[in-house]
């Protein structure tokens, strides 16, 4: 059964999330969507209020660009907010938008070799190992989590090329696929996740999280139909948002998702 969720995209007010998140869980939506866009809203401060606001909804963060943010400080939010949110976080990394990341004096010279290297300092942070690491960017020394989660969140990585799609393959739990990825796209992109998942020895399949942007406010079934086909071409989980001159106000979205659309989903 695919997971259904909506999007908080970052181009929204803050104030305007506690109504969306509380509207998401009462009308039945699973999961609710956080991106962290320069220069517009924190994914750590917005995943712990909206976790706070709610008793039931899981919350994704898609992404955390790693250029911003040392591995160590990363693996610390995480694992507070898994500890205080036992079950409820899916936390997503990526290398950020380059531009962007120059914008700060962030921008990695081989940001693929960055994304790897944060990834697998990361994983096995939250597991609870002492970590060292001496490689082209991320360099630790002896670095434990006093308090590491007993539930550790998957770590998720966003990936488009074929090489960043091995990478997540390789050392995430799931992959994040963009809003322009088309279900073609998504069959596509899982012999490559599978090839990384192979390459490194790791069992078992990968999350697939895909964010699929709906235009204006089409039927209930229209848009169950299009999750349908991304369910069946892989994806475990399809984050919703509206774009659009007719897209109605996000927490009228939300209901829609959660009591319309759910359902129709879940058959």
Known sequence: MVNLGVIFPPDRPPEELREVAQQAERSGVAELWLWEDCFAESGIATAAAVLAWTQRLRVGIGLLPVPLRNVALTAMELATLARLFPGRLSPGI???????????????????????????????????????????????????????????????????????????????????????????????????IRAGRDGAGRTGEAEVV????????????????????????????????????SAPPLREFAGFVGSEVSPLVRG
């Open 94 to 192: 990526g290398h950020g938008v380059l531009d962007w990341m120059g914008q700060v004096g962030a921008r990695a010279q081989s940001p693929l070799t960055l994304l790897g290297e944060y990834a697998t300092a990361l994983r096995e942070l939250l597991r609870g190992a002492t970590v060292n690491a001496a490689g082209r960017y991320v360099r630790l020394e002896d670095v434990t989590l006093a308090w590491p989660p007993e539930a550790v969140p998957p770590l998720l990585v966003g990936a488009v090329g074929p090489r960043t799609l091995e990478l997540a393959g390789s050392t995430g739990d799931g992959v994040i696929l963009t809003g322009e990825t088309s279900v073609e796209q998504l069959a596509a992109a899982l012999p490559r």
């Open 210 to 245: 895909v964010f699929h942007a709906v235009e204006g406010a089409p039927p209930a079934g229209e848009v169950a139909a299009t999750v349908a086909r991304y369910a069946a071409a892989g994806a475990t989980t399809v984050a919703l948002h509206s774009v659009g001159e």
